[in-house]
């Protein structure tokens, strides 16, 4: 199996100093998913949880729904010329009756670390119909529960305390308590890692959970939220301009700038229940468009 990080020399300079040392890194290779021996994409991530990855991946294309649409998942021997396995490429068999993806979903150019959504034919594509609504969830998270995440999660990556180069992704209760974490160098992955454990252990949709994400929300990640069923996206930094509005459309709530007892509600803010909250300008709604 594939090692999670690597040793490296470095020069390390310090002021007037300088030495060379070993350095440790997160480590990052190309995994293929193939579904029935077909090629279906690449992306480049971080060993550990391949099959969470798979799994997750397909959740998010709206592929697989629950556990009984795979029928399994494995390492492909022979992945090279002489026949050795490199645990690098991963194929899933989905079950009798489970349709294959689309080929217009297919990923023809690997997917980066850090965009899950290179690849993709457009915009639309990424729109896919997700099983469970996420409007109807009545889940509440209350800013004291919202404003530990961070810390939680951060406590939780011991990867991370090695290299500093990963991401990760939390899967929480509404009272703050830990149920799933993920790590990888992109915070797609590490998300599909976190699905993809739900999926295989028959917990979608995960109703009444909070996503947490270190870094910024991306569309892809509030698609993958939606597919998923969580029906609460958090993130450290900014999210942007398209998922915000992703998750308007679909009813999640998305947290960004979490830092602390500070943080931006852009979309689903009945689910967050805070003192003194204004009314918004004209009644406005938090995720609508609004003039300059």
């Known amino acids: 199996m594939g090692r999670k990080t690597a040793r490296r020399r470095v020069l390390r300079v310090r002021e007037d100093t300088s030495a060379y040392r070993p350095d440790t890194l997160a480590v990052e290779e190309p995994m293929e998913i193939r579904v029935g021996g077909r090629p279906l994409t690449v992306t480049m991530r971080t060993p550990g ?5 798979a799994a997750g991946f397909l ?3 709206g592929v697989a729904h629950t556990a009984r649409d795979v029928a399994g998942i494995r390492y492909c021997a022979g992945a090279t010329v002489d026949g050795g396995n490199t645990y690098n490429v991963v194929d899933v068999l989905l079950a009798p009756g489970t349709p294959a993806p689309d080929a217009s979903l ?3 150019f ?9 690849g993709k034919a457009g915009l639309d594509a990424v729109r896919t119909t997700a099983a469970w609504p996420v409007a109807d969830d009545p889940v509440r998270v209350t800013p004291e529960v919202l404003s530990v995440l961070p810390d939680r999660l951060r406590a939780a990556q011991r990867v991370f305390d090695t290299t500093g180069g990963l991401h990760a992704a939390g899967l929480f209760t509404a009272d ?13 992955n590490a998300v599909d890692k976190v699905v993809g454990h739900a999926l295989r252990e028959g917990l979608l ?10 870094g910024r929300a991306s569309f892809e990640l509030v698609q993958k939220a ?3 069923g969580i029906p609460v996206l958090a993130a450290v ?6 998922a915000v509005d992703l998750a308007a459309e679909s009813g999640l709530t998305l947290v960004g700038f979490l830092r602390g007892t500070s943080m931006n509600v852009y979309a689903g803010d009945r689910r967050v229940p805070a003192r003194g909250t204004p009314d918004a300008p004209t009644g406005v709604p938090t995720g609508a468009r609004v003039d300059p």
């Open 226 to 228: 939606v597919m998923a």
């Open 176 to 188: 703050g308590e830990l149920l799933c974490l993920r790590e990888d160098v992109g915070r797609h």
């Open 110 to 118: 690997y997917t980066t670390s850090s965009c899950g959504l290179c």
């Open 237 to 242: 930094s900014a999210p942007s301009s398209l």
């Open 59 to 61: 959740v998010g294309e």
């Open 205 to 214: 949709p995960l109703r009444g959970t909070v996503l947490m994400v270190s």
């Open 49 to 53: 949880d391949d099959f969470d990855l």
């Open 106 to 108: 297919e990923r023809n």
